[in-house]
């Protein structure tokens, strides 16, 4: 029984797309969501162990914003969402960078902001589109060097 509470009431890490870890505790119940405020995913669960973020979003009380909150019930009815994820933070500034960050990472299906529409579409939030530049210009490195000398036939 352990085991199970520990897997269904325990905590779960998300990465976001600058590579930061974000620890996460899972609420399946009116009485797991904390107070305070922070970020929140809507999360599916297939087969037990593979989890889908459906929507993420930053609240600044988590009791007052989840238990009437407007795309619960489409994540859970429509979407078949089992859980949420509660990250509780102080600092109101990290809200939008952390929300941002796993919402470019991971293109939930019921967010329709902050999803990047093109390669070239930067983060809205100065350190992480410092990040993403670099990350972009680091990967980018080994094309360039190679197309160096190469001029086209013709």
Known sequence: ???LNWFLFGWH??????????RFKITLTRKGI???G???????RRFGFFLFPL???KAANFRSRLLGHERWWEAWWKRGATERHVLVLSNPRD?????EDLIRRYRPRMNNIHIPRATDDAPNDLRLARSWRWRR???????RLIG???????
Not at 95 to 99: F, K, Q
């Open 13 to 22: 890490t998300w990465q976001g797309e600058s590579g930061a870890l974000y």
């Open 95 to 99: 809200h939008a960078r952390i929300e």
């Open 137 to 143: 210009w680091w990967t980018s490195l080994p094309g």
């Open 38 to 44: 922070g970020i929140y995913i809507f999360v599916q």
């Open 1 to 3: 029984m352990f085991l």
């Open 55 to 57: 929507y993420i979003g």
């Open 34 to 36: 904390p107070p305070g």
């Open 148 to 154: 160096v000398g190469r001029r086209k036939a013709g």
